[in-house]
């Protein structure tokens, strides 16, 4: 390959890099030398004639190169408009990262690749980082119906938190564009149960299970002061019990990693510091529930570890939204 040609690439490749896109080229000689820097191990192309530095590529999260490819896609077809899972990712929210491995297009066309079609022509749209996507509201609906109660939690949930009007508004708005869609009902029922202050999907999933067994509901992100560094944290879940105080975590490498990070520390240290916490807090009388993405999702773990703590469950207290059938 030429020099002139590698100057080239390297050129078109970082100034996609920069915008948070992948790179094309419309020279045929280059997305040939491109294609032979596929073979050779040092390029990827995650669509036909659109490509990354494999390094840079392998570092994304699957919601960044998900959020990559769909700002990638809306340069090479400008009437596109992106719905449903991918509009999702542009808006901030929570979403399997299953979902993820497809991108939602309005139409109607067959699947074309990763690119799904879907039927909702007259869905209100908006630009967000210069991309066309359904709005927020008909988003919300669109994932939630397509995911059921625990994942559509947590879409509910990141759309509070992060939505600029208050939760009544939000409903408003939600609901003007459910009297419209099959299954709009369900959507307001899930969005009764949202709760902005959940930080992540796995908390949102984890409360989702909780609701859906008659577990008493904790409260969220709630802070507690540490006498001996000074400093006030947050726990994921608590509920103020007769007997004692019942503290619930997530647990997962994630979660650590994202503190290290935030904190120029290593992991092993953000676990040290967290285990000492805890057991300043248990000397004082707290009970500490701590349990894993794995075990929300099994569902039985997780209620396990709440009954041991003491934590109640009502029986018949919570009524789980429940989706109808259509023809």
Excluded at 88 to 115: D, F, Q
Excluded at 144 to 171: C, H, I, K, M, W
Excluded at 217 to 243: C, M, N, S
Excluded at 299 to 322: M, T
Aim: glycine residues 8%; charged residues 30%; hydrophobic residues 40%.
């Amino acid at each position: 390959m030429s020099k002139a040609n590698v100057e080239r690439i390297n050129e078109i490749l970082t100034a996609a890099r920069s915008d948070g896109r992948l790179a094309t080229c419309q020279d045929k000689n280059l997305r040939r030398a491109c294609g032979r820097l596929v073979e050779s191990g040092k390029l990827v192309m995650p669509y036909q004639g659109l490509f990354a530095e494999k390094a840079y590529w392998d570092e994304l999260e699957m919601r960044q190169q998900a959020k990559c490819m769909i700002k990638s896609l809306a340069r090479m077809h400008p009437s596109w408009v992106f719905c449903s899972h991918s509009a999702a990712v542009l808006h901030g929210l929570e979403v399997s990262t299953s979902k993820l491995k497809h991108v939602h297009v309005v139409g109607t066309r067959e699947p074309c690749g990763i690119v799904r079609f879907h039927n909702n022509r007259h869905a209100e749209t908006a630009m967000v980082d210069g991309v066309e996507v359904t709005t927020l509201e008909r988003t919300v609906c669109d994932c939630v119906r397509a995911n059921g109660f625990r994942y559509g939690l947590a879409t509910v949930d990141s759309a509070l938190r992060t939505s600029q009007v208050s939760p009544e508004e939000f409903r408003d708005r939600l609901e003007r564009v459910c009297k419209a869609i099959n299954n709009g009902q369900f959507v307001l029922d899930v969005f009764d149960y949202g709760d902005g202050r959940s930080e992540n999907g796995g908390e949102s999933y984890a409360r989702a299970v909780m609701i859906e067994n008659g577990v008493q509901l904790p409260d969220l992100q709630v802070e507690l002061y540490d006498e001996v560094d000074k400093r006030t944290y947050r726990i994921d879940y608590g509920w103020r019990l007769k007997k004692a105080y019942v503290a619930g975590e997530l647990d997962g490498a994630g979660k650590y990693k994202r503190i290290a990070k935030e904190r120029g520390m290593s992991v092993v240290d953000v676990i040290r510091v967290e285990r000492l916490r805890e057991s300043r807090c248990r000397n004082k009388g707290m009970l500490f529930a701590r349990f894993t993405f794995a075990q929300a999702v099994a569902g039985q773990p997780l209620l396990s570890i709440l009954d041991a703590c003491g934590v109640p469950r009502i029986e018949g207290a919570n009524a789980i939204p429940a989706m109808r059938e259509t023809g």
